[in-house]
């Protein structure tokens, strides 16, 4: 049978050359293939660098070794062979015998990095023939039989799967035996003893420690394979949202000792300040050591500066190198070097992990120091970590000791990036009578409802016991700012006795807490909390001129601006919440939920008031028309409005000058930009108390009988208040009350015009699932307008009025095109239109929404990332429908995925025009569709040269083009519909089955 | 000034001839313009029967009567003057002066029968100096007053608005004066009293009873116009579902008088009797009395038959016009006429109301007679009422009596047809254990939960005080064919004292209500109740050939089949819906919902075993996994696991044989036919009792503390079920469930095929949202058949077995062409699909839905009729998207929607292969198939020709065609998506604002 030729799976490097650089034509796929530690040793290997050759097997290998049955592919053994064979030459060594044999590394490395998730074999290639000839060749025996004790231990641990603990019990027994406090204490003769010892826990678990190095090598390759899918590699590709990746590579590398003596030593260094972004050379190393012992904290690493007194011409050397590795990859680079007796060894080059403040101040000096353009600098800055810059911090070191010393209480998700450290309290109320008294709180609730707003607010921080990344709490937070710590399920809440516990811990309130919205954690006692330079400067405590990182971060910010195409508004309840809009860059508000306004101050109590009679009024005026022209029915009917109709009018109309001053608020701060308004949304269930005490105050403060608000709260209980009587519906029902705030949003309007200001209202209708729900509230809304503007003798309103709808039912978008000929803009609420259109609620899809994302139904929780094929194929249909009927209709979205970056990549894809988001996301939201922008526009994702300037403007041709596709696509479009019919109209045969 | 040519608003019949018969070429047409009455008076008048003349006032006057601020158009006034000269020069009389004057009646007539909604006004044209001429002219002195003070009241009443009381109290008083008793018994000298206190009645008003004749008409023939929206006449056209009219239109037609003596008289009569619907001349006369006298009762009206000893000339005139209308009309007609001193007069004409039996029995003697065709007959019974041929009826004798002496106790909405009478129950356990005694109970509730199904199935019928026509108590009263009355407001029900209240009634258990399903009401004590024949015969409790209406009822049926194109399976749960929806004619179960039978028996005991371990036994899973290699907490864990586990798979192996029983019965009894079973659906929690009494039992019987079962409810407790935790979310956290009921299925299949069956099962996963879902559930499915198989020793199953997806969460629908890839069937299942689409709970949207509809928003309940615009769009997407990828998949429906007419036309048009509905509807969903067929597929709406034989059959070239154009969709669609996405590519400029 005539043989095939097998795939290449091994791929040489070493002595200045590499076979992987010509594997794949970027960097990006050269990872895919050679994992990135093998991409890594190729470039420097191919540039010259001083790399102990090796090869790498690629990560295809790691995939065939799974679909084949856990067994190498065929040709994988041959390719091996050969390669260790030219290791061989280029060395002058033997594997596994002769008097200069070849020790080996064999080491992991996937596409992406995953530090520490899977194994690694070092040593290999000893046994007890090349023990003698390494002792004989280095004349150190000590070293010799330590680097064999080593390889057993971790040949045994790693491939056999022998009980680590037995092989840490033979050592610590030795170490006794000999008087030895640490491993370097022991002498040779308790080296050996180790040695020995290791070898009997071989025998005793039957499993034999080969003496062969090849069979050594095929064992461990095979761990390193397996150790792909174990549960923490899993685990953390999960975590880390890592996917659609084959499997790992395998590197086998001649083995060098930092080991070998003074003059020896390993190190690893990061080619700028991974937590600065500062241009120095920043590193550790240790002489006489090999690089566990770099990790293991038992002797404290010297600075990389140092190296240059003790070893000048390696210093030198790296120094150099690391020049070089910047200009090859244009990007901060983490290295790993060894030097074994006086010489260089390059081991790895990757692209360093850096904190957001050093990512954004390297990006900046890359593009000033001319390294990269401005196109990879806007694209080098991760979205993920971009608003990390505007939180407050927990002073580190002060973290680093309450990690050691027991001080975690719990962990959570890290909900709401920041630190806060503060005064723990379980009761919104509390929380705001403290806050009042100067206190800094931290509010712990089982979970937050809208009662719990005002004391939020007021909070350094939340934590809540049950939620997830999109409850209440969180989501408010996050909209606040404010640090949170959701989900933190070991923590057991007593109200009653205002107790948090776990395990064995517990804080009463009044106690103080810290915790780290970074990373979840919730500290025992005060730990020193740093605000954002950034946030000190745009508020005038800092000078721009003290913050270096506000600069540069205005300089990122600035580009990224240049850069997209598509709009950024905030989502802004409030002035002070305007006003971090523009600060943090927001061209203008996209969404003010007005009822979050209500739970301001004494206004609780008017809206309070309406809801008790709405129903009422409502059920009265029904009959009173249905009494047609029965007198004595109507004299009746009218006696009995009278009172709630009085009570229901006042509250408006205490309502109106606060909803006026608030709107006043807004349009001052917004100046010329726009600020978008929407009408009631929330069931009004959600303006009552549901707890017994509340409801008693509540009736207290109103001086009604409780009994009252009980019957108004179980009126209102609805099964699925997601799916209620809510958004327009309550206009709908109680069309006064968007007549009363489309009033208050006029008239604001007109006195800011007045006082010189530049208003640009729009109202926003909430949850229209069709044309005639808006067209009804539309005419509410112009009615009141026309009167406003009967009673100010106007003709025409001063100011651009855009009256338009939010989409978020799914009928909504499958009818855009009907709705559109009534609205003037759509905002797409991604939220609610998440949970109709996937048919999840996202107060309940927490039990399985986990599950879910895990067993990979959905990619991601489409509550944080918009669902495209689903939700979004919804909004893609609504933007073409929409611009069908009116071409010129301005759409945005206000959902929560207006600030995550991949959802505002697809906005960008299917041509919105603003993305809207809580303030303190503007800035990941202006850098994303940046990003979005140069990915779809410029196919540049990998960097390349910056767009000709004309192609960045927007061309004044582009609305004559869109309209010409416009009209194209409508063509089609009716075709489809004409096809579709004439389907409709012909049914497939009689189906009898 | 040139006049222009007024529009022509006035038609004139009269002297054999009618204007308006040239005025619309289709007669539906004709009564847009003419109103119902006023064409049947042109139509009668141009075939040359005996009309008095005088002319139709068209809709459209009425209509610009409203739009033109409630005055009259301009030309209708002198077009009314020219046909008043008509009248005049054809009858030698004239209007309202003179020795001969011409006395009109001025009648509402829209183009739909609103009968007694809106106004009439008799014997205008009378004043003070035409009085005397009718009394010179009659020589009747009497009549002539009787006449004036008739026309005196009813002009003041209707015309002026003065008080009827002050009318009636006149009358009264002269009566009581006179000593008469009766209205007859009054003397000339009386009725001269009763006109002058009359008169005097005007004075007092300040309103003058007008001289002139032609003024009498004007005010006369506005307060019809005005009637048209008086809130009687409003709240009827909504009842009744009347759209889309204009208003009314006006006839004013010469009096002639029955009351003239004793060669005079009035009647109405039916061409058939419109109760049986039997060929018979049907009707009621009086001599010597005008129409309202047959109506008032006061004198017993005689048989039309006794006319022709009577008046044997004009009966046998009207014996000769009976057979020329229904020649003309080919339908059973409704006529009024008059006999003045011997001549016979036309007054009416119109398709006669009939009950359903009266309409099944017409359309298939109509046939039998060569009146109509096949196609006529088919298209001639009304769908909407057909149901209600199954169900039992209330004695209508007792109920008229009921009425009469206060004997309603409540009315509420009529969701389930049928009468019923029993002993009130207020809980179902007790409904069960009293129906087990042998006794008839209605189980009363202030809304019924899934915990109430085995009481509802006992009980005569159900009434609830909240709900509407699709709460739980309705759809699972509909799908039992249990009457309901749903939603009567007025009950007050106390669990505790068993009693229900309404108003000062109060009814205790074990007392007697009977109801009917049909109007809707509950009245109190019994009512005698008859069963339905058709359901008498199908159960062999009455020979076919003993009933008439069976015999006709199945021909009808088989027409219809002949028909239609869609399929019709039913939605059954049990061997015996099953059974029922056989006879009913269903084509195949669409739907099984395998839950329904969990509450049965014991079998409860065992899921809720189930339930309470669940979510720990995954959790402890869980936990394994993660576990990784730690033995120590492995075996922790297994542990901890082994009891729960023992108890989840215990609880499951229970359930097992009882869900494999329930199968093989409905396969038995289905024999070839498919059957389609969902897996679990609803969410864990309704399978708990939610009431604190309950939970202590459930307890007691499972000997576990209660707080274990709080515990369990409030770990399920969900604030949007309806977005929860159920359908196949279900399937995915517990496949174990799947897998059990998978295995149910086919165990059953196999075992009814061995013992001689041929069983098609169809295994349905609900809730599906995603592909990924449905892969998964579906291999879950494979799995668990290839275990079957492999026990069994089976190379491939002897039975096909399709496995298939609801189609009822909006992303299902968006994204069903990567759905259909893994689905041999869709079921839309558009109770959810409407739910999630509004984004409406039906559970709630009680509350603003009657709203919506009256303000027309939605045009009808979305829950009833399939929204088409919504809804059906992404029904229709769904459809194409499906064929798209899987050109033979099978589509079917099983929302409530299979069962109502407009729905199903919709299927019809979208090209579904079938509907599916519970048992009782199956003969609606086959008439409303047929009745769409005809519709759309031969234009035949109108009644016609019958198709020709091979239109009919399904066509073997049709699959072709539907592939081509399914190709061609295909290649359109492909370009729209191009064009989008270039669109995508090209966002407009910047949006800045």
Redesign the interface.
């Known amino acids: 049978m005539a043989k095939m030729a097998a795939k290449k799976y091994v791929y040489f490097f070493g002595g200045g050359k590499a076979e992987g650089m010509t594997v794949a034509k970027t960097e990006k796929e050269r990872k895919l293939i050679l994992g990135g530690k093998g991409s890594g040793l190729a470039d420097m290997s191919a540039a010259g660098l001083p790399v102990p050759p090796g090869f790498t097997i690629t990560c295809q290998a790691c995939a065939e070794f799974y679909t084949n049955n856990r067994k190498w592919p065929a040709g994988l053994e041959e390719q091996v062979k050969a390669n260790i064979a030219k290791v061989e030459k280029l060395t002058g060594k033997s594997f596994g015998r002769g008097p200069n044999p070849v020790l080996v590394a064999v080491r992991s490395g996937a596409a992406v990095s995953m530090p520490g998730m899977m194994d690694t074999v070092l040593n290999l290639g000893l046994n007890d023939e090349t023990l003698k000839a390494v002792i004989e060749l280095t004349g150190n025996e000590r070293f010799a039989y330590d680097s064999y004790r080593r390889f057993l231990q971790m040949f045994g641990d790693v491939v056999l799967g022998l009980e680590h603990h037995d092989f840490e019990h033979v050592l610590q027994s030795v170490k006794d035996r000999f008087g030895a406090k640490l491993d370097t204490d022991l002498t040779i003769d308790g080296l050996k003893a180790v040695v020995e010892g290791y070898k009997g826990i071989y025998e005793r678990s039957g499993k034999s420690f080969p003496q062969d190095a090849f069979e050594q090598l095929k064992l461990s390759m095979n761990a390193v394979f397996q150790s792909w899918n174990?549960?923490?590699a899993i685990?953390y590709r999960q975590l880390n949202d890592i996917r659609g990746l084959d499997g790992t590579a395998v590197n086998v590398q001649l083995m060098v000792f930092g080991n070998m003596g003074s003059d020896s030593g390993t190190g690893v260094a990061f080619t700028r300040d991974p937590s600065t972004g500062e241009n120095k050379f920043y590193g550790e190393y240790l002489m006489n050591a090999q690089g566990e012992d770099v990790v293991a904290g038992i002797r404290t690493p010297q600075k990389i500066e140092t190296l240059a007194k003790v070893d000048p011409k390696a210093y030198a050397q790296l120094v150099e190198i690391r020049g070089k590795l910047e200009k090859t990859y244009k990007d901060m680079q983490d290295i790993e070097f060894t030097i074994e007796k006086g010489t260089l060894y390059m081991l790895q080059t990757r692209s360093g992990k850096r904190t957001i403040f050093a990512a954004v101040r390297a990006a900046v000096e890359m593009f000033e120091e001319k390294l990269i353009d401005k196109v990879t600098a806007v694209q080098r800055v991760s979205t993920g970590q971009l608003n990390q810059l505007f939180a407050p911090v927990l002073d580190s070191g002060e973290v680093a000791q309450a990690e050691k010393s027991n001080g975690v209480l719990a962990r959570g998700l890290p909900a709401s990036p920041g630190g806060a450290c503060g005064q723990v309290v379980f009761n919104a109320e509390v929380a705001e009578a403290w806050a009042k008294e100067g206190k800094k709180v931290i509010l712990v609730r089982i979970e937050t409802s809208p009662e719990d707003v005002g004391g939020m607010a007021v909070a350094q921080a939340v934590v809540t016991a049950r939620g997830g990344m999109t409850s209440h709490a969180a989501v408010v937070a996050r909209g606040m700012g404010t640090p949170c710590v959701a989900g933190a399920g070991d923590l057991q809440i007593d109200y009653a006795a205002k107790t948090v516990r776990s395990g064995d811990k517990v804080v009463r309130e009044g106690e103080y807490v810290s915790l780290s919205g970074f990373s979840g954690t919730v500290y025992m006692g005060q730990i020193k909390v740093q605000p954002s330079e950034i946030i000190q400067v745009q508020d005038g405590k800092m000078k721009p001129a003290d913050s270096l990182l506000f600069q540069q971060y205005n300089k990122l910010m600035k580009w990224a601006d240049e850069f997209?195409?598509?709009?950024v508004r905030a989502n802004a309840d409030n002035p002070r919440d305007s006003d971090r809009a523009i600060k943090m860059g927001a061209?203008?508000v996209g969404l003010t939920r007005t009822e979050h306004m209500f739970f301001e101050g004494d206004r609780i109590v008017s809206f309070r008031r309406f809801i008790l009679v709405a129903e009422e009024v409502k059920r009265l005026r029904e009959e009173l028309?249905?009494?047609?022209?029965n007198k004595a029915k109507i004299d009746e009917i009218r006696a009995k409005l009278a009172a709630p109709e009085a009570q229901y009018n006042q509250a408006l109309a205490e309502l109106l000058p606060l909803q006026r001053k608030d709107f006043e608020g807004i349009f001052t701060v917004m100046g010329e930009?726009?600020a978008t308004i929407r009408t009631l949304d929330p069931p009004l269930h959600e303006f009552l108390p549901q707890e017994p005490g509340n409801q008693l105050e509540m009736a207290k403060t109103m001086g009604i009988d409780v009994e009252m608000v009980k019957r108004a709260v179980e009126n209102l209980h609805?099964?699925?208040?997601?799916?209620?009587?809510r958004g327009c519906?309550l206009g709908?029902?109680y069309p006064e009350v968007t007549a009363m705030q489309a009033r208050a949003v006029i008239e604001a309007a007109l006195n800011v015009k007045n006082a010189g200001g530049k208003p640009?209202p729009e109202i926003m209708i909430p949850?229209v699932?069709?044309v005639?729900?808006l067209q009804?509230q539309r005419k509410v809304v112009e009615d009141e307008v026309a009167k406003v503007m009967a009673e100010r003798g106007l003709k025409k309103l001063p100011f651009d009025l855009k009256i338009g709808t939010m989409i978020e039912?799914?009928?909504g978008a499958?009818?855009a095109d009907?709705v559109a000929k009534v609205a003037e803009f759509f905002s797409f609420g991604t939220n609610?239109l998440t949970?109709?259109?996937?048919?999840?609620?996202r107060?309940?899809?927490g039990?399985?929404l986990k599950?879910?994302v895990k067993?990979?139904?959905?990619d991601y929780d489409p509550f944080q990332t918009l669902?495209r094929?689903?939700?979004g194929?919804?909004v893609?249909m609504a933007v073409?429908k929409g611009?069908s009927t009116r071409p010129d209709i301005?759409l945005?979205i206000c959902g929560e995925h207006g600030g995550d970056p991949a959802s505002v990549e697809f906005c960008?894809?299917?041509?919105?025009?603003?993305v809207s988001c809580s303030p303190y996301r503007v800035p990941v939201a202006r850098l994303a569709a940046a990003q979005a922008a140069l990915k779809?526009?410029y196919g540049m994702l990998t960097g390349g040269k910056a767009p000709a300037k004309k192609a960045v403007k927007?061309?004044p041709a582009?609305?004559k083009?869109?309209k010409k596709?416009?009209a194209?696509?409508k063509k089609?479009?009716k075709?489809?519909v004409a096809?579709?019919k004439?389907?409709?109209?012909?049914?497939?045969?009689?189906?009898?089955?």
Chains 1, 2 share one sequence.
């Not at 099964?719 to 009587?725: E, I, K």
């Open positions: 174990n549960p923490r685990k997209r195409k598509l709009g061209e203008g028309e249905a009494a047609g022209e930009r726009p609805e099964f699925n208040p997601m799916l209620g009587h519906r709908i029902s640009h949850l699932g069709t005639k729900e009804l039912v799914p009928r499958v009818t009907e609610d949970q109709m259109t996937c048919g999840f609620s107060d309940d899809a039990k399985f599950d879910y067993q990979g139904i959905y669902d094929a689903g939700v194929e919804l893609r073409v611009r301005k945005g960008h894809m299917v041509g919105l025009n603003y779809y526009e927007a061309k582009a609305k083009a869109a596709v416009t194209s696509i089609v479009a075709k489809v096809k579709a004439a389907v409709a109209k012909k049914p497939a045969k009689k189906g009898k089955k």
